[in-house]
């Protein structure tokens, strides 16, 4: 399996992740009842998609009794750095400035959305004189 496969996620294996993420840790069954309602997948899909996500590293699990028992290995945060770096290499020719320029371009972002994003980088600009 190539490394680019094995580090990052595929539009359905993100969904699973996103509800395991939430639920911290949980069955197939409740995965599967998590996702959204229009989203009928059977058992057994489910169950493939989550033994994926354990091959490539994303979840590991434990058996309790009949059943496995998934848990993240890779947070959220974590996992949502590693692709915004990729995109940025990948799309923006590694200039993360190019990145946040096109997100505040391209959103009709109000005045207090701004004010945050101002203040994060007010405050990475303290932290990083410290």
């Known amino acids: ?30 995965v ?9 997948l059977a058992y057994t899909s489910a169950a493939t ?3 994926i996500l354990e091959q490539k590293g994303f979840v ?10 998934y848990t993240a290995t ?4 974590t996992y949502q750095s590693r692709s ?12 993360p ?3 946040v320029a ?3 371009d391209d959103y009709d972002l109000s005045e207090e959305a701004l004010d945050e994003i101002r203040a994060l980088i007010d405050k990475r600009l303290r932290d990083d004189k410290r």
């Not at 599967?32 to 009928?40: D, I, S, T, Y």
């Open 102 to 104: 096109r997100l505040v």
């Open 84 to 95: 915004l770096k990729n995109l940025s290499e990948k799309l923006f020719d590694n200039a």
């Open 60 to 69: 590991s699990s434990t058996k309790q009794g009949k059943t496995f028992l």
């Open 32 to 40: 599967q009842e998590a996702l959204a309602p229009a989203r009928k």
């Open 1 to 30: 399996m190539s490394d680019k496969k094995t580090k990052f996620l595929t539009e359905v294996e993100l969904e699973f992740m996103s509800r395991l993420w939430d639920l911290g840790e949980a069955t197939v069954r409740e």
């Open 97 to 99: 400035a190019t990145l």
């Open 74 to 77: 890779l947070s959220k945060d």
């Open 49 to 51: 998609i989550l033994r």
